[in-house]
Nanobody
Framework: VQLQASGGGLVQAGASLTLSCAAS????????MGWFRQAPGKEREIVAA????????YYADSVKGRSTISRNNAQNTVYLQMNSLRVEDTAVYYC?????????????????WGQGTEVTVSS
């Protein structure tokens, strides 16, 4: 599975961004998907995750209430909408996939990773 993340950019604090991740697989609905981020000098951390159907969602406390993860299985795409962006949201954002029906939260469980899209939030 190849994952292509896009949608990052330079924005001011308080702005919104929607990240997209397109997957090159005919069985996208068999995959649990996640968004992670890695800031300079820090470990990669989970931002949000979604199970195959979209019925089960997970958000890190740092983005809860400001972000929405969703997926379109017909278009093989998962999204991360981020609102009220903060300087501390600055990071490279990665999407990840695992062939699994249940939601997956741990980065160590994911098998496939996208190349990352950079988000920079200025004050």
């Amino acid at each position: 599975v190849q994952l292509q993340a896009s949608g990052g950019g330079l924005v001011q604090a308080g702005a919104s961004l929607t990240l997209s991740c397109a997957a090159s697989t005919r069985s996208f609905s068999s995959y649990s998907m996640g968004w992670f981020r890695q800031a300079p000098g820090k470990e990669r951390e989970i931002v949000a995750a979604i199970n195959w159907s979209g019925a089960s969602l997970y958000y890190a406390d740092s983005v809860k209430g400001r972000s929405t993860i969703s997926r379109n299985n017909a278009q093989n795409t998962v999204y991360l909408q981020m609102n009220s962006l903060r300087v501390e949201d600055t990071a490279v954002y990665y999407c990840a996939a695992k062939m699994e029906k249940s939601i997956v939260v741990s980065k160590n469980e994911y098998h496939y990773w996208g190349q990352g899209t950079e988000v920079t939030v200025s004050s």
